[in-house]
């Protein structure tokens, strides 16, 4: 099974959830997330992932079954067929129980967690990388491998459906920004969270932007507190840093709707989405706004900081800016990371380590939580569950 898709169900609509379930994965299937031969999580493995009852995915499932956008078999499971291309949930990991040891739980902010690396995968993707032919120099864009491999990883695991050209290899998630500030006016205002991430406070005005605060709450970025007279917004929807709170659906298409109308950009920090494991996930701006969106990735916190390299995908007025500077400045990402990342990608050895590292991230919250306690500081919808930091 893979991840979850990107759901939005509405409580308050007067149309049944179970429809708006269905609707979501049959769309998804037109839209080329969801693909033939996929096998469906269970219906109570689904409702457990999405917050809601059996009952509803049970009759979301019979509709799709109905409309022969999906086939079962007794003790198989349920299976995208034909057309519909449905990507399938992930099974949520299963309660975390604190485990029995007295080995201390590292709560440093932005601490990756590289003991659950495979050592032994992440030499084969070394030495994969280094057998590959020497080349004249990295490109501007991205490997073109590597621009595959990212566009693949997006779809299955963050549920954004992009072309290899949209993608350009980065090297991470701050000099992306700083890129991005160079291509702006200087003086141009960007709004940022308040609190948020200072080091990519520090490339914006490195970059000679200006920068406005904006604060956050339990839903994420106030979108109504967002100004005005902006050239851009930066923010980390999927996990806000530092307070790990979501950026609701709602505000998700008001942040949208007003790039559009008032005409800026909005850069998606999606630093650590993949780690989910607990919440159903939320469409990606740059899923919604594809025109106004700039979806950045990095691989510091799914694999490990020493790979030095990320990614982003734009509208291809940006990409064209971006590659011109780069061809101009000779600033262009190390190939080396790259090749490393498309060889864990290839080799399924990535998809494995994502599923090895949900299940510790999440028997480590269990054993903080239990022994804290609940606190006023650990609201249900604001505790992270997931590793912090950015880049």
Not at 61 to 77: F, I, N
Not at 217 to 244: K, M, N, S
């Amino acid at each position: 099974m893979v991840d979850v898709p990107p759901v939005v169900l509405d409580r308050t609509s007067g149309t049944p959830l179970s429809v708006q379930l269905a609707d979501a994965l049959r769309a998804a299937a037109v839209g080329g997330t969801l693909r033939p031969g996929d096998r469906l999580p269970s219906t109570r493995e689904l409702a457990a992932a999405l917050g809601i009852s059996r009952t509803v995915t049970s009759a979301a499932y019979d509709q799709l079954l109905a409309e022969g956008w999906a086939g079962g078999r007794r003790g198989v499971g349920t299976f995208v067929v034909g057309a519909a291309a449905a990507l399938p949930a992930r099974a949520p990991a299963r309660p975390a129980r604190p485990r029995k040891t007295a080995a201390p739980v590292d709560l440093r902010a932005g601490a990756p967690c590289l003991e659950v690396l495979d050592r032994a995968a992440w030499r084969r993707a070394w030495r994969a990388a280094g057998d590959l032919a020497p080349d004249p120099g990295p490109e501007p864009v991205a490997d073109p491998a590597f621009q595959r491999a990212v566009t693949e990883h997006l779809l299955r695991h963050r549920g954004l459906a992009a072309a290899p050209e949209d993608v350009l290899a980065t090297a991470g998630t701050s000099a992306a920004v700083a890129e991005l500030a160079g291509l702006l006016p200087r003086g141009s205002r960007v709004a940022v969270e308040d609190p948020g991430y200072q080091r990519v406070v520090g490339a914006l005005r490195d970059g000679g932007v200006t920068v406005v605060p904006v604060p956050v709450d339990r839903d994420g970025l106030v979108v109504d507190a967002v100004p005005r007279g902006l050239a851009a917004v930066y923010c980390t929807p999927a996990h806000q840093y530092p307070l790990g709170s979501r950026l609701s659906a709602a505000r998700r298409l008001a942040l949208v709707a007003r790039a559009r109308t008032e005409g800026w950009w909005v850069l998606e920090d999606d630093y650590d989405g993949e780690l989910r494991y607990d919440v159903a996930p939320l469409p990606l701006l740059g899923a919604l706004g594809p025109d106004v969106a700039v979806h950045l990735g990095t691989t510091s916190k799914i694999v490990s900081p020493t790979l030095g390299v990320g990614w982003l995908v734009a509208p291809p007025e940006l990409r064209t800016a971006l590659v011109d500077r780069r061809t101009a400045t000779g600033n262009r990402p190390a190939r080396a990371g790259q090749r490393v990342f498309t060889a864990l990608a290839e080799s399924g050895d990535l998809a494995r380590h994502l599923r090895r590292l949900r299940r510790e991230l999440a028997a480590r919250r269990a054993e903080v939580l239990a022994a804290v306690g609940p606190t006023q500081l650990m609201d249900p919808s604001a505790t992270s569950t997931t590793a912090s930091g950015t880049d």
